[in-house]
């Protein structure tokens, strides 16, 4: 998704053919991890019709398209991820009724029937962070204060707080924090600029320290070996691909400075693995 100041475009890329397929104007779209169906969030819902925020689900072999609501207005949702087995999309809710977002809780949409469930949380502390599936899929995690610093707060599927894992450093935003198999996660390290912190998933322990541009963004987990980052030292910018001696093995795609942070808008790449 592109956005510009006076107009915004969007694009999906087909899991069988590769090309990119263009989703509209002021959409956040998400290709499922089997590549069978896109989901779709209306960016700005002033446009959205009706009393209730809604996602679009595309099933793209056929191109059929189902709306299921999800929450009354003046909350909102954003921030999609797919369940690895395609079946559900977590949507994280937010108030926006002062202009600003805080998070209330999250919504599980189910793909087979087509329903949300929302769930409500005591979030005192998280502010506009994401929610994100767990690994195992029957918790969600997100961002939360720890002390001075920033830690990680499990929630079971109806809202109840069942972990904590303090002062771990800033969690991914942008895709899962947790690697694909689950057993470890990735931050920004608390304690050292310019690098990347591995952690142990079951017991919290530092597994490794990566070394990484000074100017880098997180982006989440490549697969279990590897993760993504923007390099933003140069121009264009790189979305990049790096081991866990921080050495950069594949250039995923160059950015323009002004194209991804810019006064030509703001680009927001996501990724699907699968």
Same mark, same amino acid.
């Given at each position: 998704?592109? +956005?510009?100041?006076?107009?915004?475009?969007?694009? @999906?890329?087909?899991?069988?053919?590769?090309?990119?397929?263009?989703?509209?104007?002021?959409?956040?779209?998400?290709?499922?991890?089997?590549?069978?169906?896109?989901?779709?969030?209306?960016?700005?819902?002033?446009?959205?019709?009706?009393?209730?925020?809604?996602?679009?689900?595309?099933?793209?072999?056929?191109?059929?398209?189902?709306?299921?609501?999800?929450?009354?207005?003046?909350?909102?949702?954003?921030?999609?991820?797919?369940?690895?087995?395609?079946?559900?999309? +977590? +949507?994280?809710?937010?108030?926006?009724?002062?202009?600003?977002?805080?998070?209330?809780?999250?919504?599980?949409?189910?793909?087979?029937?087509?329903? @949300?469930?929302?769930?409500?949380?005591?979030?005192?502390?998280?502010?506009?962070?994401?929610?994100?599936?767990?690994?195992?899929?029957?918790?969600?995690?997100?961002?939360?204060?720890?002390?001075?610093?920033?830690?990680?707060?499990?929630?079971?599927?109806?809202?109840?707080?069942?972990?904590?894992?303090?002062?771990?450093?800033?969690?991914?935003?942008?895709?899962?924090?947790?690697?694909?198999?689950?057993?470890?996660?990735?931050?920004?390290?608390?304690?050292?600029?310019?690098?990347?912190?591995?952690?142990?998933?079951?017991?919290?322990?530092?597994?490794?320290?990566?070394?990484?541009?000074?100017?880098?963004?997180?982006?989440?987990?490549?697969?279990?070996?590897?993760?993504?980052?923007?390099?933003?030292?140069?121009?264009?910018?790189?979305?990049?691909?790096?081991?866990?001696?921080?050495?950069?093995?594949?250039? +995923?795609?160059?950015?323009?400075?002004?194209?991804?942070?810019?006064?030509?808008?703001?680009?927001?790449?996501?990724?699907?693995?699968?």
């Amino acid at each position: 998704m592109h +956005l510009r100041k006076d107009v915004s475009s969007s694009y @999906a890329r087909d899991a069988k053919s590769g090309e990119f397929q263009s989703i509209g104007p002021y959409q956040e779209p998400l290709v499922s991890p089997d590549g069978a169906w896109t989901a779709v969030l209306p960016w700005i819902k002033a446009n959205t019709p009706g009393p209730r925020d809604s996602i679009r689900l595309i099933k793209q072999a056929t191109g059929q398209e189902f709306l299921v609501h999800t929450v009354s207005k003046p909350m909102a949702n954003y921030n999609p991820y797919w369940s690895s087995d395609s079946g559900r999309v +977590l +949507l994280t809710t937010y108030d926006r009724s002062a202009g600003t977002r805080q998070v209330l809780g999250f919504v599980i949409v189910d793909v087979a029937t087509a329903k @949300a469930t929302a769930v409500p949380v005591d979030t005192g502390g998280i502010g506009a962070f994401p929610f994100m599936w767990a690994p195992g899929e029957s918790t969600v995690a997100v961002r939360f204060p720890s002390g001075s610093g920033t830690g990680l707060r499990f929630f079971d599927l109806r809202g109840k707080t069942v972990r904590t894992i303090p002062a771990v450093g800033e969690p991914s935003s942008n895709e899962n924090t947790f690697s694909p198999a689950g057993k470890q996660f990735v931050t920004a390290c608390p304690d050292r600029r310019a690098t990347v912190c591995l952690w142990d998933t079951a017991t919290g322990r530092r597994r490794a320290t990566v070394p990484v541009p000074v100017a880098s963004t997180l982006i989440g987990w490549y697969n279990d070996a590897h993760v993504i980052l923007v390099d933003r030292t140069r121009n264009p910018r790189r979305v990049v691909v790096v081991n866990a001696k921080g050495k950069v093995v594949r250039t +995923l795609v160059d950015i323009p400075a002004d194209e991804l942070e810019g006064g030509n808008g703001s680009f927001v790449p996501r990724y699907t693995r699968n």
